[in-house]
């Protein structure tokens, strides 16, 4: 299946800003509940969640994307 460029083009857009949406949100999270890093796996780098946090809201929206 060909997917058109610019609906490639709409899609990467619309996934980036998501992916900025939910790595502002879990620093929102991790600011209300004064927590410094989200584990101890990856000490001075914030946790592993702070590697994947933009993940936590592209994921579903792939997915939904996939289903359509």
């Known amino acids: 299946m060909k997917v058109p460029t610019l609906i490639l083009l709409m899609a990467t857009a619309f996934l980036s800003v998501f ?3 939910g ?4 620093s929102a999270l991790k600011r209300h509940y004064n927590v410094k890093d989200s584990g101890n796996i990856l000490p001075g780098h914030g946790g ?3 590697r ?3 993940l936590l809201f592209v994921w579903p929206l792939i997915h ?3 289903l359509l």
Do not use: K, P
């Open 52 to 54: 994947f946090d933009s």
């Open 19 to 21: 992916g900025q949406i």
């Open 48 to 50: 592993m969640l702070d």
């Open 23 to 26: 790595d502002l949100v879990e």
């Open 64 to 66: 939904l994307f996939h």
